[in-house]
């Protein structure tokens, strides 16, 4: 284990690195408009919670998806494709659970954390993940791409079985996926993981503040246009 979180801690550090130098992401505008829908590459798929992100999801999807809300039962089509699982992560084993042997190597998990060990005791190591960084201001909104300056390609980013699928269903929707696999990937995770952390841990400790105004004082303080915001303390 030891040397498993020193490799870790060793595709870390470039990420790391490029947060510090002030490149973390940021909030971006919509683009303008959709793009066309994709002739392949979506199929249609269970999606397994009906909130902001769900219902997106489901807005970008295709005819034959299926949204499954808490308490309904596993529907019997589509009987293959991807099972987009929306839901808190304190639910996902019960996701898991509910959902049939045959077809928990579907599901596709696009929750914040780095899941690897929770994934591996569901008996799911590779299962298809999704670093999302996407917004949706409220239930209904078209979802806003994660697009930064210094990542104007996007930074979503998928990883597994139907991670090609993903990203044909974004691109429906004019919304940028990056496909990456191994290293790669962890590299992408650990450096999503560190900004959520950096960004949560620095609003609370100035009274639970918004990503948005965290992000507004790292700016300040970067440019150097806002010297009160150098002389913010941490207790």
Known sequence: RGSHRSRMFALLLPPA??????????????RAG???????????????GGGRIGSALKELGVEGDVVLRRGDAFPAAPASGPIYVTT???????VVAATPPERR????????????????????????????????????EPPIDGITDTNPDGLTTAKGRWAEAFRARLAGGGLTCHVKQGDEYTKAMLEKHVWICAFMVTGALHGGVTVGEV????????????????KVEYQ
């Open 215 to 230: 992000s507004a004082v790292r700016h300040a303080t970067a440019s150097g246009s806002g010297r009160a915001a150098r």
């Open 34 to 48: 959709r793009g066309a829908r994709m002739a392949g590459g979506d199929v249609p798929s269970i999606i397994v």
């Open 105 to 140: 190597q579907d599901l596709v998990f696009l929750q914040n954390g780095m899941l690897g060990e929770f994934l591996e005791e569901q008996g799911l190591p590779d299962a298809t993940q999704v670093l999302l960084y996407l917004a949706v201001a409220k239930l209904g």
């Open 17 to 30: 690195l490029s947060l510090l130098a002030g490149s973390a992401p940021s909030p971006a505008a919509p």
């Open 88 to 94: 808190r992560n304190d639910d996902l084993a019960g």
